[in-house]
């Protein structure tokens, strides 16, 4: 992987994509003395997290948000985590928060030490040095909030800690109820720090008001996952809300379908916020490296074996049973070899650029997407389904089924909040939802061929916690339907 520069030399060229390279968090009192190095702590904070999530080898972003849910029945690389068997000797990298609290160590550092420089050295004043602070708390929510739904409970660390070695070891875990509150209470300051323009212009691919309350629409609509023993029903409101703000203040829009491709592509009307990666910004995976060729076959990789041997993942048959409409766009323009389930892939991710002229060699350019005007509307959909108000979310269903060619939904209520599920999975695989989807309705089992209700209620999906990190700590603990099955 090729650097644009390191963080502390970061220049304003290199402000809407994030360097590849290792950096350290800057933690010195002599660092903190321009906007530039505020600006560059943010920037490695975000770096952070996108390795955390890692893109190229391990695909842990897919692994926990999209493998899970059967997307892939079969294939070269059919793993457990794809059926959702989760067998581990218990030191595997999945298992492991600790990546997590590099992040949260970058962001607790940038909110208080941007917090005590002098506003007179932002370009502009207060406000300039509040929305540094902003992206910083949208990173630590951010984060916090994707290791409570794979964990369920961790350590709550806030406060600024100069060595990592030591990080999150020895600390009390914290419950899903107070890691989502302090989520957002960080993203409620954050929303009054930021606007709806994007810092240094970098459109889509760092924090504003769009993805702030993206986020938070999601945690409410997280806090009445149907297996809750009590469920506050202000919860859908409150998502909506959200919702009706990216609407009504944002600048987004739905890119038509034929232009469908132009989301992962990068920076569309339709993205709210998204991961760079830009080749030609030297910032890529190369062939093998990441996530992109995982997703293609050929000819788009374009080795002589791949025409025989079919992409390395096979869709599966449910997956395919999505698609039951035949005016379906989707089937169109996000995927090559519809038809024929052994040789089809997605097309969302086929931004390639070719290193030699046989085309066996290439480096991505695509950006992966975290959230986007569609998912919004189906958010609130299924939000207005749950109230018991129809006409509403079959509005925004609509919204996203016309652009997909499937016309108006003609169906009953009783099948509506099924409906939203299903064109979520139709509109957002491989977008890291889906098996989050399935936990928050309740289709986790109901979908599912493996998993069951009794599963479900144990809060099974949850992963287990690495071992080490039991050893390490003397307040973790294993997740509770694990306890009994791991590999020693």
């Not at 770096?47 to 080898?57: A, D, P, Q, S, W």
């Not at 945690?219 to 919860?235: E, G, H, L, V």
Request: charged fraction near 25%; hydrophobic fraction near 35%; glycine fraction near 6%.
């Amino acid at each position: 992987m090729t650097a644009c520069i390191g963080l502390i030399a970061l220049s304003t060229a290199c402000d809407d994509f994030l360097d590849l390279e290792p950096k350290n968090t800057p933690v010195g009192e002599a660092y903190w003395e321009t906007e530039a190095d505020a600006n560059s702590a943010v920037l490695g904070g975000y770096y952070k997290l996108r390795e955390t999530l890692r893109f190229g080898g391990g695909l842990n972003f897919f692994t926990y948000g999209d493998f899970p849910a059967q997307i892939w029945e079969s294939g070269r690389w059919a793993q457990n985590p794809f059926k959702g068997i989760y067998i581990y000797d218990g030191n595997g990298e999945l298992s492991d928060w600790s990546p997590f609290y590099k992040v949260i160590l970058a962001a607790n550092v940038a909110i208080k030490n941007i917090a005590d420089m002098p506003e007179n050295i932002f370009s502009g004043g207060d406000s300039k040095r509040n929305s540094y602070i902003g992206e910083a708390l949208f990173i630590r929510a951010f984060t916090y909030f994707y290791m409570t739904r794979i964990w369920g409970e961790v350590p709550l660390i806030l406060d600024p800690i100069e060595d990592a070695s030591g990080l999150a070891y020895d600390v009390p875990l914290a419950t899903e109820e107070q890691l989502l509150k302090q989520c957002l209470e960080d993203l409620t300051l954050a929303n009054s720090y930021l606007t709806w323009k994007y810092t240094a212009g970098a459109i889509n691919t760092r924090a504003n008001k769009g993805s702030v309350n993206a986020l938070m629409a999601h945690i409410y609509m997280w806090n009445t996952r149907a297996n809750k023993s009590t469920i506050d029903t202000k919860d859908f409101e409150r998502a909506i809300a959200c919702c009706d703000s990216i609407e009504q203040e944002g600048p987004y829009e739905l890119v038509s379908a034929e232009n469908y491709l132009s989301i992962w592509k990068g920076k569309s009307i339709e993205g709210i916020f998204e991961f760079p990666f830009d080749a030609a910004q030297k910032e890529m995976f190369s062939k093998n490296q990441g996530f992109v060729d995982r997703f293609l076959g050929y000819p788009y990789v374009n080795e002589l074996d791949m025409k025989n041997l079919g992409p390395i993942f096979i869709f599966s048959q449910d997956f395919f049973n999505l698609y039951s409409d035949p005016n379906d766009l989707r089937t169109q323009y996000l995927f090559e070899n519809f038809n024929n389930r052994s040789q089809c892939f997605t097309l969302k991710y086929n931004q390639i650029q070719y290193t030699n002229t046989e085309k066996t060699d290439w480096v991505t350019d695509n950006n992966v997407v975290i959230f986007r005007l569609a998912d919004i509307y189906l958010l609130r959909a299924e939000a207005y389904a749950k109230l018991g108000e129809y006409d509403k979310a079959i509005k925004y269903l609509d919204r996203v089924r016309v652009r997909a060619g499937t016309g108006n939904y003609t169906g009953s209520t009783d099948r509506l909040y099924m409906e939203i599920g299903d064109e979520r999975e139709r509109e957002l695989f491989l977008e890291g939802h889906r098996l989050y989807d399935w936990v928050r309705t309740g289709f986790y089992y109901q979908k599912s061929s493996v998993y069951s209700q009794s599963r479900y209620m144990e809060e099974g999906y949850l992963w287990p916690v690495n071992y080490r990190l039991l050893s390490a700590n003397k307040y973790a603990r294993q997740t509770p339907y694990w306890a009994d099955k791991m590999q020693n």
